[in-house]
């Protein structure tokens, strides 16, 4: 069979300059290879060493430059300058300089498991490109010195003459000079399912999912062979482009952000009241070392220093709860970020469909519903088909369609004629059966099926006919033609001239058939999370699929369209189209980008190579089980099970996990902060400490073990409900409103302690910390709901550590501990004032908490800790 061929364009190689010209890689396809060779200072009959040598000093080996690692000992560092950490460290170091060594231990331990946890976590963008690195070819064959040769694929430069046979993975981008049947599976490149055929001479499409004459780095040859000319290599390829996403920087997630953020808010809070105390306490004269000590305590007891381990128990949990739900979750932060998901963006081959093609109708010419052009191409394919996924298909749709039927000839499928043939002897007789492309084929027809008879096949029915394919296009479909006609003469392998005067028997038409994904995709709906599908392949085919999962996709926004967009204008488009089309991979990115300058925290559910990108730049990369290795590397979580319920149970997980975050942090900014606030005012208004700095301490750890539980708790439906956000604001206002209210009752006790009771300093420090604790755990039930805490139980966990840490502190002051740590027994009187301050303070907090906790969900518009 002869090859296809570009104009052959000859020079001489040793006449070229030392430093060989570059070659823009954008759109090479369009040019001849006449332009191609011009720029690349190359001719059509390879390279010799030395010039391929020049080259590769030029350009740079044909390889993707590895991520940027960080060393265990900077990856730390970096995570110990966070506000948050410094604080937490700084308390820590300052309460074992203070003679509390067992509770600094247990913060800066709790502050490195945090960290250590992270930093092990980190090698994430290091084994993206590992797996790019081995997703290659290790080999290819170039022409160098007159004869083509096996080089390692790292040495491959632009100008070389590459050879590109059945099996092989490509290892640069290259317009093909010569072609032989070649077709080549792209889809983890482009979306595209079915193996694209491809053949020399320039073409005028844009897009790289178009370019009939192209080779992409990392595409497979499934037939064929072919010659093509390398115009890039390395991180200039398509394929290079998703390696330098991946190796980039990443920018902090939506849940480091709220971190971050937070620990800003602790930390100037912090530094003010711990300033004015001190400066209060010397310019009233007391003395400065007791000040101090009493300051740093303050500063001890305002930092939550259990927020690493509550953070990182709760994902956890959240990670076990997944795993047992097939997700494998790489990055523990990205649980609370799949909680705050906005918009879902997915590609379509292999996530929202099955990724392997399938035979969705067989239809008679007058475009009715038969199954005979499916069995007689199915014969066909059983007999003498290339096994392509075509045939594949029809062979599954009908398995025993060869039984009764013998080969006595076959013509493999010509990429030129575009039609194969075979002559099957079986219960009809001896059939010549013909299928290809529908143009090829109908083109070979004088007649007809209609139903038992044959008809002429006129230049009107023609027309149906290929209004028919027309037809099945817009619906997504892919059509083939299937004729036939009774054979008579000897039996040969059919040519040219047996393939005429054949009887049109109908078309077989294929799908990449979605999977039932509707509830799901409802479900997020209710969740707040809208799905984007973008994707590679056709906009008619992205439509047909959008309406199959149940999406509104009246308008599909294609690349050229995208390209041709500013970033605010595409910006603005983002939010009112939901399905896109013939993206590349970086057009993927920046629409995410696009959706982020929006405010929405962005999802991206991929498995190819040419969703690497959007992976990386996505706030929550999501992978399937059996995608490319590149895409499971990029992500942050592998759905084992490859269904979008999945990710819709991850969601709720991850507001599941922030709900009870949220909980510890209002309990720092309400009855903590509160109490702290009370001891500052206290500490100027007495004239002795109202608590002693090693009280403080003490309040302080059994406060931290009482919320051990918290990551145990029970959640309400209504919290997980919408996608939720951190909001600094919020914050302030609960802090604002419930940390005055508890000094309010803390004054309270203050005045029954002083005036009704006329209580020592030794009695009014065991009298108000026994109040302070009281007040503290209890509030947790109070303030762990946005309902009645009556109707909304807690766990058993979070119970079991409250109740336990109440009953250590009511127990302290009669135990022995009680003298060393400066108690005094309090009397009945005294005890029952309390439990009635408590009682009354608790009421209070239930009364005011609707008007403060104004659940605040996350919308467009707004980022997370913005």
Not at 165 to 172: S, Y
Not at 213 to 240: D, H, I, K
Not at 607 to 628: F, K, R
Request: glycine share 10%.
């Amino acid at each position: 069979m002869a090859m296809t061929a570009a104009p052959v364009l000859a020079r001489d190689i040793s006449s070229l300059p030392d430093q060989p010209p570059s070659v823009s890689a954008a759109a090479f396809w369009t040019r001849g290879s006449d332009a191609l060779c011009s720029e690349l200072g190359c001719g059509l009959d390879g390279l010799d060493s030395s010039e391929a040598a020049r080259r590769l000093e030029r350009y740079g080996p044909n390889s993707d430059a590895g991520a940027r690692a960080d060393g265990a000992l900077p990856a730390v560092l970096r995570r110990l300058l966070e506000p948050l950490a410094l604080i937490l460290l700084t308390a820590g170091l300052v309460s074992v300089a203070t003679g509390d060594v067992v509770g600094g231990a247990i913060i800066v331990a709790i502050l490195g498991l945090s960290v250590g946890l992270d930093t092990v976590q980190e090698g994430h963008a290091t084994r993206a490109a590992e797996a790019l690195r081995h997703a290659v070819a290790l080999k290819a064959e170039v022409r160098r010195d007159g004869h083509f040769v096996a080089v390692p694929v790292e040495q491959v430069v632009p100008g070389d003459l590459l050879r590109v046979r059945a099996g092989d993975i490509v290892p640069a981008d290259a317009v093909i000079i010569e072609s032989d049947a070649l077709t080549a599976a792209e889809a983890a490149l482009t979306g595209e399912p079915y193996p694209v055929e491809k053949r020399a001479g320039p073409v005028t499409a844009s897009e790289p999912a178009e370019a009939s004459n192209a080779l992409f780095r990392g595409a497979v040859a499934q037939t064929g062979e072919a010659t093509a000319l390398v115009v890039a290599t390395g991180r200039s390829t398509m394929f290079g482009a998703a390696a330098s996403a991946l190796v980039e920087a990443q920018a902090s997630s939506p849940f480091q952000r709220d971190l971050h953020a937070f620990g800003l808010v602790v930390a100037r809070l912090t530094i003010g009241l711990v300033l004015s105390v001190l400066a209060f306490r010397v310019v009233l004269g007391r003395p400065v070392l007791d000040s101090l000590l009493f300051a740093v305590a303050l500063a001890v007891g305002l930092t939550p220093e259990l927020l690493p381990m509550v953070t990182t128990v709760t994902l956890s949990r959240g990670a076990l709860r997944m795993a047992a739900r097939k997700v494998i979750v790489k990055r523990l932060a990205a649980i609370h970020d799949l909680g705050a998901m906005t918009v879902l963006c997915t590609d379509k081959t292999g996530t929202l469909t099955s990724a392997e093609i399938a035979l969705a109708r067989s239809l008679d010419p007058a475009g009715r519903d038969n199954a005979r052009p499916a069995r007689l191409a199915a014969v066909a394919a059983d007999l003498g088909g290339d096994r392509g996924s075509l045939d594949a298909a029809l062979a599954k749709a009908h398995p025993n369609a060869g039984q009764g039927w013998g080969l006595s000839g076959r013509r493999a499928f010509d990429y030129g004629r575009r039609t194969g043939s075979v002559i099957a002897q079986g219960p009809e007789g001896t059939l010549l059966i013909l299928k290809g492309a529908p143009e090829a084929v109908l083109a070979l027809c004088t007649a007809r099926r209609a139903g038992e008879r044959t008809e002429l096949m006129t230049p009107a029915a023609r027309g149906e006919a290929l209004g028919q394919v027309r037809t099945l296009a817009e619906d997504g479909l892919r059509s083939i033609a299937v004729a036939s006609r009774v054979w008579s003469g000897h039996v040969t392998p059919p040519g040219g001239t047996d393939e005429v005067n054949l009887v049109f028997e109908g078309f077989c038409a294929f799908a990449d058939p979605p999977k039932p994904t509707a509830a799901a995709i409802a479900r997020l709906a209710r969740a707040g999370v809208r799905l984007k599908i973008l994707s590679g392949d056709d906009p008619v085919v992205v439509r047909r699929l959008a309406g199959l999962v149940g999406l509104h996709a009246g308008t599909v926004l294609s690349g050229p369209e995208v390209a041709a967009l500013s970033d605010a204008a595409l910006a603005v488009r983002v939010r009112k189209v939901d399905a896109f089309g013939r993206l590349t991979p970086d057009q993927k990115a920046r629409v995410v980008r696009a959706l982020q300058a929006k405010g929405a925290v962005v999802g991206f559910l991929g498995d190819g190579i040419n969703d690497a990108p959007g992976l990386a730049q996505a706030d929550i990369g999501l992978s399937v089980d059996g995608a490319t290795g590149v895409a499971q590397a990029a992500a942050d979580m592998i759905l084992l099970a490859s269904d979008l319920e999945v990710v819709a149970d991850g969601v709720e997980e991850g507001r599941r996990t922030f709900a009870n975050i949220l909980k510890y942090v209002r309990m720092g900014a309400s009855s903590n902060f509160g109490n702290m606030l009370s001891m500052a005012v206290a500490s100027v208004a007495l004239p002795f400490l109202p608590m002693l700095p090693t009280q403080i301490l003490l309040n302080n750890l059994l406060y931290d073990l009482s919320e051990v539980g918290i990551p145990f708790d029970r959640v309400a439906s209504s919290a997980t409900a919408r996608p939720q956000v951190w909001d600094m604001a919020n914050v302030l206002r609960f802090a604002a409103v419930m940390g005055p209210l508890s000094s309010l009752f803390d004054l309270l006790t203050f005045g029954v302690l002083l005036l009704v009771f006329g209580a020592s300093a030794e009695e009014f420090r065991t009298a108000w910390f026994l109040e302070s604790m009281a007040t503290q755990i209890l509030v947790i039930f109070v303030i762990r709901t946005n309902g009645h805490p009556w109707e909304d139980r807690p766990s058993a966990a979070l119970v079991g550590s409250s109740l336990a840490a109440l009953g250590a502190t009511l127990a302290l002051p009669f135990s022995p501990l009680g003298s060393w740590f400066g108690f005094q027994i309090p009397d009945l009187p005294t005890l029952l004032a309390i439990g009635l301050i408590t009682v009354a303070y608790l009421a209070a907090v239930e009364a005011v908490k609707s008007w403060v906790v104004r659940p605040r969900h996350h919308a467009q518009g707004r980022r997370p800790g913005a």
